[in-house]
């Protein structure tokens, strides 16, 4: 039964990933939501911060079932990356993880901290990365040094990984995404979020972050046709690996997002 349920997925792949092969009808990259809390010109605070604005944190707009808008971002190459133009190839899951958020670097026994971590994602990678195109996002640091603050509170929270500061600029997130490079399978698109001083697209502040990814290791999976069809407030592989099996043969899933 473990041999089918690797070997299954694989054999299926082929004619599965062709029902979505249609041209993706994404939403335009002018429905990002730029500059969400004002950051970086502000810092987050306990009246400006994901759970005082939306009630909890993680918190993710687009759910599943909704249709995925456009977005372009840069390597730390510069080599740009459009969702649109990847979702003609394969279906595209986005994962965020950030240098100093725990879960990420695999602080946690408990689920969904169980199945969190880089390792976790890089054996999801490995295993998946010929049907799907795995992007790693950076967003702003859930727990960097004071007196910079939590995104998710407002409050200043520190654990074992907080030794940097929030990045402030473009060139210091770049900075900041090399911490992770060596954490990320070669096989995953590192991509760190804008910010106002970036050189693509000058002002726009973490506009993808803010509009797929509000928490600090949250996950969508789009299919080609544009569609959202999972979302994870928490990566969780082993969830997020059923969803991919499903996908690849071909299985139409309700709308379900786990915490």
């Not at 879960?103 to 026994?109: D, I, M, Q, T």
């Amino acid at each position: 039964m473990c041999r089918l349920r690797f070997v299954l997925p694989f054999l299926l792949a082929l004619f599965a990933i062709d029902d979505f092969a249609s041209s993706a009808e994404v939403r335009p990259s002018s429905e990002l939501k730029s500059n969400c809390f004002d950051f970086p010109s502000e810092n987050f605070n306990q009246l400006n911060c994901i759970k005082c604005t939306y009630g909890e944190s993680p918190t993710v707009l687009l759910k599943a079932g909704s249709i995925a808008v456009d977005f372009t971002l840069h390597t730390l190459e510069g080599k740009p990356f459009n969702l649109k133009s990847a979702l003609k190839e394969k279906p595209v899951v986005l994962i965020w993880g950030m240098y100093t958020c725990p879960a990420y670097e695999g602080l946690g026994y408990a689920y969904p901290f169980d199945e969190c971590s880089f390792w976790d994602e890089s054996g999801l990678v490995s295993r998946y990365h010929n049907f799907f195109t795995f992007v790693h996002l950076v967003g702003p640091e859930p727990h960097p040094i004071a007196p910079y603050t939590n995104f998710d509170s407002g409050t200043i929270k520190v654990n074992y990984w907080s030794t940097i500061e929030q990045p402030l600029t473009y060139e210091t997130k770049k900075k900041v995404t090399e911490k992770i490079k060596e954490k990320t399978h070669p096989n995953s698109i590192l991509l760190p979020d804008y910010l106002p001083d970036n050189p693509y697209k000058p002002g726009m502040s973490q506009a993808v972050w803010c509009t797929y990814g509000m928490g600090a290791r949250t996950a969508t999976v789009i299919t080609q046709d544009g569609m959202i069809r999972f979302t994870q407030d928490w990566f969780h592989a082993s969830n997020m690996a059923v969803v991919l099996d499903e996908i690849l043969q071909g299985g139409k899933l309700e709308e379900e997002v786990v915490s």
